[in-house]
């Protein structure tokens, strides 16, 4: 694989595909991190990375401003369908992140607001069944109504979360917490 590296002169709101573009192997030992930040040469890197399957096509690309990830990163499968679109302001997870498989129907949407999980986040097998449904509160603590199933529609989990209690089917043995325990007297 090969990465392709675009060097930008702009600010991190007008970023866009650069005009100059410089590639360099993957393992470029001129990349690496430092105190969470992207560097080239020893200089917080400002650009897009693009990295290429053996057939040149483009497998990701992730934007970076000063050496922090910024934008919207993306990869695809060799055949060309998108397979993950992820937001990123300043280094931390921002906004609805996607994921599909390789025949095009949804793996995932999460949401985040600088790195902290919040809202409703839905996972999907391959067939499209739905896997998960988790919601989260704005601290990215579980809260509310939580879901699972199997790959053939069945439900294996169905519970809500209030003030920090687990209440319906948990679908697995053992599932109950140390709180709970204590405070239902039930033994595991």
């Not at 100059?20 to 560097?39: H, P, T, W, Y």
Request: charged content about 20%; some cysteine; proline content about 4%.
């Amino acid at each position: 694989m090969l990465i392709f590296v675009g060097l930008l002169g702009c600010q991190p709101a007008q970023i866009s595909i650069p005009d100059k573009v410089i590639e360099v192997a993957k393992n470029d030992s001129a990349f690496r991190f430092q105190n969470g930040l992207l560097l080239y040469k020893n200089e917080p890197f400002s650009g897009y990375i693009l990295v290429r399957f053996p057939s040149q096509k483009i497998h990701s690309k992730e934007g970076y401003w000063q050496g922090r990830a910024e934008g919207i990163h993306r990869k695809w499968y060799e055949n060309g369908q998108l397979a993950e679109q992820r937001t990123y302001h300043s280094n931390h997870k921002n906004g609805l992140h996607k994921g599909w498989w390789p025949n095009g129907i949804p793996k995932f949407d999460y949401r985040f607001s600088e790195d902290v999980a919040t809202g409703t986040h839905h996972e999907w097998f391959e067939n499209g069944q739905m896997y998960s449904l988790s919601t989260y509160n704005n601290e990215g603590q579980p809260e509310g109504k939580q879901q699972m199933w199997y790959v053939d529609g069945q439900i294996k989990a169905n519970y809500v979360i209030q003030n920090g209690r687990r209440f319906g089917l948990l679908g697995a043995k053992g599932c109950m917490g140390e709180n709970e325990r204590e405070t239902t007297s039930i033994k595991i």
